[in-house]
């Protein structure tokens, strides 16, 4: 059984930085994607981030430039760099797993990131 635990979150000021980390246990054979997204009060989720196993990584428009996606295949962990933190990006955020090249199959409970000063 694949399960996946965030950590990491919690509160910054607007302009600081952030990093959020993803376990993922039960020793899945092969990670297609890795991936992060957020959900705000009264807003849709949103992929804010994606990594594939080879590297290649994708970012959606509005943390462009701002975060930063990696993973360690060997030891199955992704993390999310969150550096010029806006108060648009308080939201809970959520790890993600893809297993068959598809959408993403697995999530973890989420953490909360609070931008506010």
């Known amino acids: 059984q694949v399960q996946l635990l965030e950590s990491g979150g919690g509160l910054v000021q607007p302009g600081g930085s952030l990093r959020l980390s993803c376990t993922i246990s039960?020793?899945?054979?092969?990670?297609?994607?890795m991936g992060w997204s957020r959900q705000a009060p009264g807003k849709q989720r949103e992929l804010v981030a994606s990594?594939?196993?080879?590297?290649?990584?994708h970012y959606a428009e509005s943390v462009e430039g701002r975060f930063t996606i990696a993973r360690d295949n060997a030891k199955n962990t992704v993390t999310l760099q969150m550096d010029s933190l806006k108060p648009e990006g308080t939201a809970v955020y959520y790890c993600c797993a893809d297993l068959r090249n598809g959408r993403f199959q697995y999530w973890g409970q989420g953490t909360q990131v609070t931008v506010s000063s």
């Open positions: 039960g020793n899945p054979f092969n990670i297609v994607t």
């Open positions: 990594v594939t196993r080879t590297g290649p990584s």
